[in-house]
Nanobody, 126 residues
Framework: HVQLVESGGGSAQPGGSLGLSCVAP????????MGWFRQARGKEREAVAV????????WYNKAVKGRFTISQEYAKNTVSLQMNALNAEDTAVYYC????????????????????WGPGTQVTVS
């Protein structure tokens, strides 16, 4: 049983910042792309940001590009998401995920390809 341990989240005012972190087992972390999905009330679950652990290549949802930054601390099996310039549309439950690697690419076609999910942490911007 693989557990992804999330921290951070909470409430922020519009224009504010929050940081999320996720710790995975070492073997999961090294063999997976790590990142974050989110699901807002009444909306579909969507990928937010993904990083290819080790190599460091990143992908961002257009809605957050330029405002959010995903990063890795490889030795600590940790992935972080720094969220700046928050707005009300960022309000959602955020889930840490581990997704397949295939060669030098991340396989994140949608939620159905995610290998492991964190429990989710609420982010509220109001």
């Amino acid at each position: 049983h693989v557990q992804l341990v999330e921290s951070g989240g909470g409430s922020a005012q519009p224009g504010g910042s929050l940081g999320l972190s996720c710790v995975a087992p070492a073997d999961t972390y090294s063999t997976s792309c790590m990142g974050w999905f989110r699901q807002a009330r009444g909306k579909e679950r969507e990928a937010v940001a993904v990083i290819y652990t080790g190599g460091g290549s990143t992908w961002y949802n257009k809605a957050v590009k330029g405002r959010f930054t995903i990063s890795q601390e490889y030795a600590k099996n940790t992935v972080s998401l720094q969220m700046n310039a928050l707005n009300a549309e960022d309000t959602a439950v955020y889930y840490c995920v581990a997704a397949p690697k295939r060669g030098d690419q991340c396989v994140v076609a949608g939620p159905n390809r995610v290998k492991y999910w964190g429990p989710g942490t609420q982010v509220t911007v109001s």
